[in-house]
Each structure stands twice: as structure tokens, then as C-alpha cells.
């Protein structure tokens, strides 16, 4: 069952480039393409419609040049792929001749001509084939499902009816509507904040920081029991900070620690889950977020820097759960570190030596905290990774190294640009045939005025939704429904929008179409449903935070100090509950009773009842005296 979907879900496979003069054509065009975006955003300021064209058919293009249209990696550019570049040179170049028309129709309304439908036509059909080869056939199964939903509007039943739109009226509103549809917002933020940080995370990782912050999370953890594991899911939050994708920090972190893992005796499947639940945090953790950040600070009105700190304390609680849940298991399976303390003098030998690579990261988080826009932020801090990294002969990266990074990361842009161009058709969708509204509505309905049968109906909406879909677009679909019932629920807009990113994102793991599952699967060499079970038991914090964030806004900082104070010993103490009941370890062995006992005390720590939470730590008190009682009469479990 698993490789049937995997055979029909899968994106397709990077492409090998021949080697010579088309290798090179394409390598020039890629780079070019990236000091484009540095120079225009940097110094040139072109007018948005321009600039979004530009970045889309750039990116277009280097999809069909850089994936094959299978899942066979070829190191050839076969004759398909050759044509659809011209139709895409060519539908690129009417375009950009007509941009004008786009503007005018914002103002009157005037009739299409032939070549106008038709350069419409192809080009969604061109984001269909690009998003298809970059993340996979459900993606686009969804979005065209969206257009047929504002076709066959007087066909639908109940709440679902609307009028319709023709099929001149859905290519006016997705493709020649100015600042809309697939030039809407997610175009627009891939196309500035996105770009740009992805060119900052490739130089970074490029420059060797990556490498840095491996090393020395084995010189906090590696001589730990367990230690590849730990490595995992600290290397995992820090390298998905600058990544910012799950898919690039599971291949970054992922080909080092789900072997290394396996060596010391943590089983295929555990290991390959371990590695996906930590890489899927990549979404939550400031300061790229996979650029949904930016998005959300877009749609709520709020600064990025204040979002971006928000984001810190879930982002905690998330990747102290994982570790405690993979040390737990270390002890279950008898596992013994190799005694070594902390090497601090390593590490600060490692400083010492690779140091000046984290004055980057370090020059751009100062520069939003001290107010700088962050595309201007990133500008000024892209240039600072070649010149920290030249501060020594060993890291000096070159011309080459540093024009590779650029051509990769234009080429990474291919899982992020179509996808947000298409996603701008769900937004168009939501508000054209008021399918937002129904769903909204039947949601409500359902939920009545229980909180809590809204938070379950809610999320249980977000994974759905975000089934088979990249994260930007499961968030974008998800918030659209979900937030509005949050707001008029009284809960805070941010608070709403942090509910619609977790659930969206866990979608990556969550079986039966997770991409992030089959990644780990392949490096993991273990199956697919196996790997995604455990993943979603690791990653559980994850579904239930945001229920936090429901009950207790004061987990993002809305609130008393006291307040605040509350929320997070609450949680903390949550997250230790959670992750014991689930492992099945605390001091010791858990028997199911003590299991039971603490993952009612997880639960009644989520509302902010003081009675309930006093319960909930009698609770944990209790079996933590039965724990140590018990130790004093060994039963023969590992301690």
C-alpha cells in the first residue's frame, strides 16, 4: 500500500545535468538569476507586478531545466522538457509585454482575446507540471480541485452552492487579476522575503556553519546515552533555523545522525522517525519559518521580529519533548553513553577555529531586532557571510563555492515559487465562491459553543487539509478557515494563526500522504507507515501546544506576567508528563496505570483551571514517590 503512494505522490527526482556547455548555460542562468534578486531588491526597487513576473518564470524555468519529469534521475534534457521551456520563454515574454494590461484590468473590465485565454491557460498549466515535478501530484490534485469547485458552483449541493464562473471569469480573477490570484500575496513574499533568505541559508550553509553546529552538538552530546539522537534533534532546530525547509535540513542532518543512530542500536524505523519529527520543527523555528513567516506577519499586520519571538518558546517546549522522549528511549533499550563529560574545550576550540561563521546569523538577527525591514535586513547580512568567512584561510569560500550556493538555492526556489503562485488561487477561491464561509460555517455549526470542539474540529480540519501539501499552502488554506472561527471565539488573531502553522505543518509527517515520512524512509532503509506512526508519537507536543496556545494565550505572551509565569511552568511540566507516558520511562520502567495517570495530568494541565492543574501535579507527585519506591526494589529494568 505504502509504495503504491509513494509511487503516485513522490515528487519527481533532481536532475543530474549533462555535463558541459548546457551544465554551464544553466549553472550561469541560476546565479544570475540570484544576484538578480539581491540587486533588484537591494538597490533597484522594480515595480512589484515586474519583479513577481521575473521570479516566477525564473523559476519556472530552472524547474524544467533542474527536475526531471519523473521519478528516474536522468542526466539528460529530454525533448519534453526542452519544449516546455520555450512555451515557457514564450508565455515569459508575452507577459512581460502585457503587464500593462494587468493594471488596466484592475481598473475596467474589458474582454479577453484569444491569445489572452490562451497564455493564461498555459501558463497555470505550467505551474501544474512545475509544482507536480517539485513536491508532488497532491498538490496539484487540490488546487485544481479548487478551480473546478468555482466552476461547478450551481452544481454543488446545500451550503456548497454559488453561482460559478466561467472559464474566462476564473482565468480573469487567478491569472490576469493585478496583485491577485497568482500574483497575490504568497507570490509576492516568495518573490522577496522568501528569496532572499534562502540565498542567506544556502550561503550559510556553504560557508560551513552547519558543519559547526553538528560538531558541536556531539561535543555537547555525542559521548551521551543515546547521543546520535540528540544530536538529531538539537542539530535538527538549529540547522532548520537558517534552512529553513524540512526537506533540506532532513537531507542536511538526516544522511549523518539516521545512520549513526542505527549503528548504536536504535531500530531503521525509529531512527528515520526521529530524524522527521525533528526536521518537520524546521516550520516553527524563527528565524525563516520555511518563510510562512512572513506571510503571517503580512496577514495579520504584525511585525515579523515580534512573530519571530513568539515563536521561540513553542518552538522549546516542541524540541525538549522530542529529546526527553529519544533519551527515555535510549535507557529502555539498555543503551550506555561513552562516559565522556562535555567537551567544553572542544567546543571552545571549535569556536575558536569556526567561530566568525555565526557573525551572519548574528548580523541579521540584530538587524531585525533593531527594527531594520527584514528584506533590508538579509541584504545587508548576505554579503557578511563571505566576508565572516574569509576571516580564515581554512574557511575562505571562493568564487565557485559562493556562486554554487547562489545557483542551488535559486534552484531550491522550485519548491517554493509555483507553490505559491497556485496557492494564491485557494485564496481567490475562499472569497469568490464563498467556500470559506460554508466551511467556516459547517465547522461552527459542528463545534456549537464548545472551545474545545472547535480546537478538535479545527485541527483535525488543518491535517486534512494540509494533507499532501507543502507547509506554506496547508498554512495559507488552513488559517483562511480556521482563524476566523478562532477570532470570533474571542482568542487573539496570532494566536489563531500559530494554531493554523502547527497543524499545518505536522501534516508533513502525518500518514497517509507525508512527504517528510517518505524522506526519512529512504535514508532510513525502514517502511513508511511504521516510520510515520512513530513520528507522529514523537512529535505529539506538537498536536497538543497548540491547544495550549487556545486555552493559554499567556504561552505566547498575551497576558500578566503571572499569567505568563503560569503558562510556562504548565507546559513544562506538561511536556515532561507527555513524553514519560508515552516512552513509558520516568525513573524507571512505567507500568500502564502510571502511563495512564500521566497522560491525564498532561491533559489537565492544558486549561489554565487552577484546580485542575493542582490535580494534575498531586498526580505527577504521586508517581514520581511510586518511581522511587520502586527503585529501592529493582525489578530488573536497565537504569
Known sequence: MSSVISGIFRPAARRKLPSGVIQRLIFAFAVAVALYHIIALGFWNPPVDLHSAMHLFAVLLLTFLAFSYSRKESARLPIIDIILVFICLAVGVYFFLNLDTLMERAMVLTPFSGVEIAAAILLLLLLFEAARRAVGLPFVIIIFGFLLIMYLGPY???????????????????????????????????????????????????????????????????????????????????????????????????????????????????????????????????????????????????????????AVIPAFFYYLCLLLQVHYQSIILGMAGSGEKVAFNQIWGQLKERGHLLIPLIVLIVLLLVGYYPVMAVIWAIPTVPLAAALKKETRMGLKRIATALGEAVQDLAWVAPLCALSGIIIVAFFQTGLGSAFSHLVSTSAGSSLLLLVVLGGLACIILGTGVPPTAAYLMTVLIVA???????????????????????????????????????IAGAGFWLIGLTAVRLAIVGFVIPVVFVYRPALLLFGSPVEIVWALAAAAIMVFCLASALEGWMLKRLGILQRILLLGAGIALIPPNLLANAGAVILVGLVLLWQVRGRRHPAGYPT
Open 156 to 310: 454543488l449541493p446545500g451550503i456548497w452552492r454559488h453561482p460559478g464562473l466561467s472559464l474566462t471569469g476564473i482565468l480573469d480573477i487567478t491569472v490576469w487579476a493585478r496583485l491577485q490570484g497568482i500574483w497575490g500575496i504568497p507570490l509576492r513574499m516568495s518573490a522577496t522575503f522568501i528569496a532572499l533568505f534562502f540565498i542567506f541559508g544556502k550561503l550559510v550553509q556553504y560557508s560551513g556553519l552547519g558543519d559547526l553546529i553538528i560538531s558541536m552538538c556531539q561535543s555537547v552530546a555525542g559521548g551521551a546515552r543515546g547521543g546520535p539522537a540528540k544530536v538529531a534533534v538539537v542539530g535538527s532546530a538549529l540547522v532548520g533555523s537558517v534552512t529553513g525547509g524540512p526537506v533540506t535540513n532532513m537531507v542536511i542532518t538526516g544522511s549523518f545522525t539516521i545512520p549513526m543512530m542505527k549503528k548504536i542500536g536504535y531500530k531503521p524505523h525509529y531512527a528515520g522517525a526521529i530524524e522527521a519529527a525533528a526536521s518537520t520543527g524546521a516550520s516553527i523555528v524563527p528565524p525563516i519559518m520555511t518563510g510562512i513567516v512572513f506571510i503571517m506577519a503580512e496577514l495579520t499586520g504584525t511585525p515579523f521580529v515580534r512573530i519571530m519571538i513568539l
Open 484 to 522: 476566523p472561527l478562532m477570532v470570533k471565539a474571542g482568542l487573539p488573531v496570532l494566536v489563531a494563526h500559530f494554531f493554523s502553522l502547527y497543524y499545518a505543518n505536522l501534516a508533513f509527517i502525518t500518514p497517509p500522504i507525508a512527504v517528510g515520512v517518505f524522506v526519512a524512509a529512504g
